[in-house]
Nanobody, 120 residues
Framework: QVHLVESGGGWVRPGGSLRLSCAAS????????MAWYRQAPGNQRELVAA???????DYGDSVKGRFTISRDNTKNTVYLQMNSLKPEDTSFYLC??????????????WGQGTQVTVSS
């Protein structure tokens, strides 16, 4: 079993910054891609940012240039630095990790999520 614990969400004014963290524990061998998604009420879940085991990063178009994803493999933690936040970034942010990527045993795990609210 894999347990993901997210932290760092909250309320911030437009233009502000927040840093999300997601720490994995449990059966955490063979972690591949680590990612952040978000889902606002009535909307589909969308990819915010992802980073694979080689350090390659991918970002959603709406956050490019403002958000930065990183990972610390020694701590099995993925981070999302969010700068220049906009009201439209308000959403429920979820951490996702994939184990045994590129194998028949590929498994995806989700955290419980953290709310980010951007408003004045």
């Amino acid at each position: 079993q894999v347990h993901l614990v997210e932290s760092g969400g909250g309320w911030v004014r437009p233009g502000g910054s927040l840093r999300l963290s997601c720490a994995a524990s449990g059966s955490i061998s063979s972690i591949g891609t680590m990612a952040w998604y978000r889902q606002a009420p009535g909307n589909q879940r969308e990819l915010v940012a992802a980073i694979n085991s080689g350090g390659d990063k991918d970002y959603g178009d709406s956050v490019k240039g403002r958000f930065t994803i990183s990972r610390d493999n020694t701590k099995n933690t993925v981070y999302l630095q969010m700068n220049s936040l906009k009201p439209e970034d308000t959403s429920f942010y979820l951490c996702n990790i994939v184990r045994f990527e590129n194998s028949p045993w590929k498994t995806s795990y989700w955290g419980q999520g953290t709310q980010v609210t951007v408003s004045s």
